[in-house]
């Protein structure tokens, strides 16, 4: 596992904001994604159902569910 920490100033928080409204996410679930975006890296995440299906295709980074791994 590799994990990427961001601080979490007035900046990044406003910018998670507006991720957070453009993609209709829960706000920790777009500092998750404010963060993958940032960095390209790559977003793995449990919730399927209420945020991966919902941003899949609209962001331009990999994103995945563990079951998609062998």
Request: net charge negative; proline share 3%; hydrophobic share 40%.
């Amino acid at each position: 596992m590799v994990s990427i920490w961001e601080i979490c100033d007035d900046h990044f928080c406003t910018s998670a904001g507006y991720t957070r409204a453009l993609y209709g996410t829960y706000a920790t679930d777009s500092l998750y994604l404010e963060t993958a975006l940032k960095h390209r890296a790559v977003l793995v995440s449990l919730d399927e159902d209420d945020f991966l299906l919902r941003i899949k295709g609209r962001v331009g980074i990999e994103i995945y569910h563990p079951k998609d791994f062998p």
